[in-house]
């Protein structure tokens, strides 16, 4: 059940980032925050609990509870919804497929770990895979249009992906994989390429012996979300993988996991989303607002909109918040307020990627009161020329980006290679871009402005000089 500790931090902070968004943000940008706000709201569950124990599930790490947990979530379900319950102590599991009103908890002391058998997440079922429809392994937790779902509690989450255990699929060194060893790339060009046929998605086999690994988390088609307070490591792939929802809640969440593509909350094509009080310590993006790739995101043509993130704290990561680069269906109305990144491992703060494969559009994003210890490349980037698989640069494709209206406003930074690196195309660029009362320190080389239109910069310090084009 949301608590009502939960539930007056939540209206704390909600106040309190109205408060300073109200002081900071462009004109209309706090308006659309708050009636975002206004329609995001946790899920509750009725005051049934239903012990995995009860079930059969046994503590120790050893025995496989996956039947168990199964059972007691169809029998939550069954009565109307309510909490299933983990339980102090560690319990091995395959796949969990949550369904209506259902609330998996874990309590304090507990641990999830999930089997490293891949032919455990057989069979297959319909999910997306780097922003392409397919047929797939299972997710580790897994949901398909169900309502009123929620993972809480302050357990652990352990996938059990390691450079051993389902890594090195991902065919590079760091992730384990040794040379000439099977890998992704040939099943992930093969998919991308149905996509652009329209291949229909029923025959877009995947699984076993195609190395695709899953998602962590991945509701798809849901409502009504909440994933607060648990702790998760050691991914497959994504993390938080939102597909096509809407009214979504990741409050209190700590993710590190330091794989290929180990990215941390990316919530795809979905509406209404609240992210806030989060910790991320990732192998990719800490937050990546997605909504598709290439032909079959603007097939499935819906977009990502009305997210807000708060009062996160950022570690290491390729990029603090990114939108894309699978953004092909759109990407819009972004609030980013009130958080900290900082790690010499951490990439960039803000980042916008895309190419003229993907396209999209990137419209109305607010990154305000943001405080960046330091970042190894840009602050703040919109790239165009995101590489396309062996298309370094992107190029070559019909269609041009849109990006505009970009507010940075209240970020201070110390230290990085540079304050900005804005660039688009001659023919489409970057456009309405406002960067005010900022402060970069530190920065090490010059910025990047290339074909950037209406781009506004008033009270920004640089070096300790006022920063012009």
């Known amino acids: 059940m949301i608590t009502r500790r939960s539930f007056v931090r939540g209206a704390a902070i909600a106040t309190a980032a109205g ?10 940008g706090v308006k659309e925050m708050q009636a975002v706000l206004a329609r995001i709201r946790a899920p509750r569950f009725p005051d049934r609990t239903f012990d995995i124990t009860k079930y ?37 599991t395959g796949p969990i497929h949550l369904k209506n009103n259902t609330n998996l908890h874990l309590e304090e002391g507990s641990t999830l770990k999930f089997s490293r058998d891949t032919k455990q997440y057989l069979p297959l079922v319909l999910t997306r895979f780097e922003g392409t429809e397919c047929m797939n392994y299972s997710p580790l937790l897994y949901a398909f249009e169900q309502t009123n779902l929620a993972v809480t509690g302050t357990g652990m989450l352990d996938g059990q992906a390691d450079r051993e255990h389902w890594w090195p699929q991902k065919g590079n060194a760091r992730g384990g994989a040794e040379a000439g060893a099977p890998n992704q790339k040939a099943a992930a060009d093969a998919l991308v390429a149905m996509g652009d046929k329209d291949v229909p ?19 798809y088609r849901c409502t009504n979300v909440l994933i607060e307070g648990v702790s998760i490591r050691n991914s497959p792939m994504w993390e938080l993988n939102p597909v096509l929802c809407r009214n979504v809640t990741v409050r209190g969440v700590k993710i590190a996991s330091f794989g290929p ?24 993006d800490c937050i990546a607002i997605k909504s598709g790739r290439n032909r079959d995101g603007r097939r499935v043509g819906v977009a990502c909109e009305n997210i807000v993130i708060r ?19 759109g990407i819009h109305n972004v609030f980013v307020d009130n958080c900290r990144m900082d790690s010499p491992n951490l990439q960039r703060a803000l980042r916008l990627k895309t190419n003229t494969f993907r396209g999209g559009s990137y419209e109305n994003v607010y990154f305000t009161n943001i405080t960046v210890g330091q970042v190894a490349e840009a602050v703040v980037e ?20 849109v990006v505009r209206n970009i507010v940075v406003e209240h970020v201070t930074s110390g230290t990085s290679k540079r304050a900005v690196y804005l660039r688009g195309y001659e023919n489409a660029p970057v456009s309405g871009v ?36």
């Open 382 to 401: 919109v790239d165009f020329f995101y590489p396309e698989y062996d298309n370094k640069e992107g190029r070559g494709g019909p269609f041009q980006p």
């Open 311 to 329: 009062d996160c704290t950022m570690k290491d990561g390729h990029g603090g918040v990114s939108l894309g680069s699978e953004g092909s269906g």
């Open 261 to 284: 593509n180990n990215d941390g909350c990316d919530p795809e094509s979905c509406t209404d989303v609240l992210i806030e009080g989060c910790v991320f310590e990732t192998g990719d």
């Open 201 to 219: 998605v029923s025959q877009r086999i995947f699984g076993e012996g195609h190395y695709l690994r899953p998602a962590f988390f991945q509701p």
């Open 56 to 92: 059969g599930a046994a503590a120790g790490g050893q025995k496989d509870s996956t039947e168990a947990i199964a059972n007691a979530i169809a029998a939550c379900t069954a009565a109307g919804g309510g909490r299933v319950v983990v339980p102090r102590g560690e319990f091995l």
């Open 434 to 469: 406002r960067i005010a009362h900022c402060t970069f320190g530190k920065v090490t080389e010059a910025d990047v402005i290339e074909n950037v239109k209406d781009l506004q910069l008033e009270d920004v310090k640089r070096n300790g000089k006022e920063m012009t084009r």
């Open 19 to 28: 408060r300073r968004l109200a002081a900071y943000q462009a004109p209309g």
